[in-house]
């Protein structure tokens, strides 16, 4: 199975001390003061701006971040990372109205570029991952803030953090990062 890898630097354009790693890292001011680019040599990652996963989220591909913090608009250093695994199969995912599995269910098993338009749906405040990884937007045609979800029953995005945040679009995290 191909693991992802990720270096992250404490300066702009690569410099400064590095850290290396090919999974999920909660707290990366253990091994760096401060991180301010990054280098994806395999996989995928998402980064987050506080530790523990909290904050912001942001996903990173292979490719060179030289200065992700103006690129990406972000105000905060990186602080945690998580490894997206590899999954292959089917994407399936229940996605509710409101809190606790209520109201309207949908269930999707491709990407959704607008909920309102093809489900009439106005928000998303739970969902059920059984296939597959996925990332939620706020904004139709995956723009805006995102979340990284893999498989597990999420009851209340407000309850994690996503207060004042609409999920409107989610598209699957597919293998092609690999």
Request: hydrophobic share 30%; net charge neutral; with cysteine.
């Amino acid at each position: 199975m191909t693991m992802g890898k990720i270096i992250f630097y404490e300066d702009r354009n690569f410099q400064g001390r590095h850290y290396e790693t090919s999974s999920d890292c909660p707290e990366l001011t253990s091994y760096l003061s401060r991180c301010h680019s990054c280098r994806v040599e395999s996989g995928c990652f998402m980064v987050y701006d506080r530790p523990n996963y909290m904050g912001n989220q942001y996903f990173m591909r292979r490719g060179e971040y030289a200065d992700y913090m103006s690129m990406m608009g972000m105000n905060e250093c990186i602080r945690s990372c998580r490894m997206i695994p590899m999954h292959r199969g089917q994407y399936r995912m229940r996605i509710y109205e409101r809190e606790n599995f209520g109201g309207q269910m949908y269930e999707l098993m491709d990407d959704c570029d607008n909920i309102m338009d093809r489900y009439r749906m106005s928000d998303c405040m739970s969902c059920n991952v059984m296939d597959g990884h996925w990332l939620m937007y706020e904004q139709p045609h995956y723009r805006g803030r995102m979340m990284y979800l893999r498989p597990g029953e999420y009851r209340s995005f407000r309850e994690m953090g996503m207060s004042g945040m609409r999920f409107m679009s989610m598209r699957r995290i597919m293998d092609s990062c690999y």
